[in-house]
Nanobody, 125 residues
Framework: QVQLVESGGGLVQAGGSLRLSCAASGRIFNNYPMAWFRQAPGKEREFVVAISRSGSSTIYADSVKGRATISRDNAKNTIYLQMNSLKPEDTAVYYC??????????????????WGQGTQVTVST
């Protein structure tokens, strides 16, 4: 089992920045490819970005490409999502997720086995 806890969400003005963190506990952290997803009210959960076990490979959704950076610190069992130039449409609950598929799970929600409880990000105009 892997337990995931997100933090760092909040209220920010459009154009601002936030850094989200996801702390993991349980099994060996660097065995798991990780990702961030988000879900806005009334919408399906959508992929934001994924990172490989080593951190050397990343995949970004087009909606955040150029504005978001994912990173991981395996020594601290933590991944991060730096979001810049935030827009109102970035408003959502952000979830981190871990996959048991060692080669990565990409954008497929169903391939992620462990999820955090989410952290709210609200971007005001």
């Amino acid at each position: 089992q892997v337990q995931l806890v997100e933090s760092g969400g909040g209220l920010v003005q459009a154009g601002g920045s936030l850094r989200l963190s996801c702390a993991a506990s349980g099994r060996i952290f660097n065995n798991y490819p990780m990702a961030w997803f988000r879900q806005a009210p009334g919408k399906e959960r959508e992929f934001v970005v994924a990172i490989s076990r080593s951190g050397s490979s990343t995949i970004y959704a087009d909606s955040v490409k150029g504005r978001a950076t994912i990173s991981r610190d395996n020594a601290k069992n933590t991944i991060y999502l730096q979001m810049n130039s935030l827009k109102p449409e970035d408003t959502a609950v952000y979830y981190c997720a871990a996959s048991s598929e060692r080669l990565g799970a990409g954008q497929m929600t169903y391939k992620y086995d462990y999820w955090g409880q989410g952290t709210q990000v609200t971007v005001s105009t």
